[in-house]
């Protein structure tokens, strides 16, 4: 619905509070009931035109990026302020009063509330600083998040040349109070944010860096292959890709066969696809020294 719609709904909703209210008056004598029709006709109004608000920058902001989650969360809790002041003084409730009054309960509440105060804080950083972004690909690595370890060797068909730990997956949107990231197999995970900000992250999408360094090794048999040819031969299969680092014969794996490592660059988010005709093209070679 466009936004002059919901304006023009609101209109006539305070309309319709406000001939509420009148009449109420002309024929209700009990003060305290009056009192509170006006305090709810007061807080559903602003309540609705704060969501609207909230929602046209939403929709105004939209693109661009942190920006469009930061102001319409302030703008919707200093509304949340501004309506609980305006319903106090209704009641009658002087500002010195409500200050006097508050001192305890504020202490009481802060402590009661010393968590939900912690996410706000830490999503206003995250937001501000820009510790993590909507769009990025990450890693959240934190031991109060409950994550799964790697199930196999790290020589293993795609792992990378080291474990990390953690849960993976992609930033959605970033609150005030939670962050939710939706990982890899496409269940989606809600973060507080005080955990968030105190975790260590990967962030496979950062702009200082579009290489990722990927490492391979293949087990050839020394009754079969020649030592003096084979790290050149390798170099002439992988023509076309930019062999960093090797190849270099790593170690033995038993008495019959060796192993030789290497490191490819390739673009982080094209790695396993280069990781893959990499090891095809030396299995291939592996393949037809075994055979002649």
Excluded: C
């Excluded at 939706?182 to 973060?191: D, H, K, P, Y």
């Amino acid at each position: 619905m466009a936004f002059y719609k919901k304006f023009l709904i609101g209109l006539f909703l305070v309309v319709v509070f406000f001939t509420v209210n009148y009449v109420m008056s002309l024929f209700v004598s009990n003060h305290q009931l009056l009192l509170l029709v006006k305090v709810a006709s007061v807080v559903i109004s602003g309540l609705y035109f704060l969501i609207i608000i909230t929602d046209g920058l939403r929709d105004m902001l939209g693109g661009k990026g942190n920006v469009s989650i930061v102001i319409p969360n302030i703008v919707k809790y200093l509304g949340y302020i501004m309506i609980f002041v305006v319903a106090l003084s209704i009641f009658g409730v002087t500002s010195a009063e409500a200050i006097a009054g508050g001192t305890f309960a504020g202490l009481v509440i802060g402590l009661a509330l010393q968590p939900v105060l912690q996410n706000f804080f830490a999503g206003l950083l995250i937001m501000g600083t820009g510790y993590i972004s909507i769009g990025d690909h990450v890693r959240i690595m934190s031991t109060k998040i409950t994550y799964t370890p790697v199930l196999f060797p790290q020589y293993k068909y795609f792992s990378r040349d080291f474990i990390e730990q953690g849960i993976e997956g992609d930033v959605v949107e970033i609150d005030l109070f939670f962050s939710r990231i939706l990982l890899e197999n496409g269940r989606e995970i809600r973060i507080p944010n005080y955990i968030l900000l105190e975790s260590s992250v990967i962030d496979y999408t950062s702009k200082y860096s579009k290489d990722f360094v990927v490492s391979i090794r293949v087990e050839f048999p020394l009754n079969k292959v020649d030592l003096e040819r084979i790290e050149q031969q390798i170099v002439d299969v992988l023509k076309g890709y930019e062999i960093i680092e090797g190849p270099f014969l790593s170690e033995q794996s038993d008495k019959e066969h060796v192993i030789l490592t290497l490191k490819v660059r390739a673009n982080v988010n094209e790695w396993k696809k280069v990781k893959s005709e990499v090891l095809k093209r030396l299995l291939l070679l592996r393949k037809k020294i075994v055979e002649s």
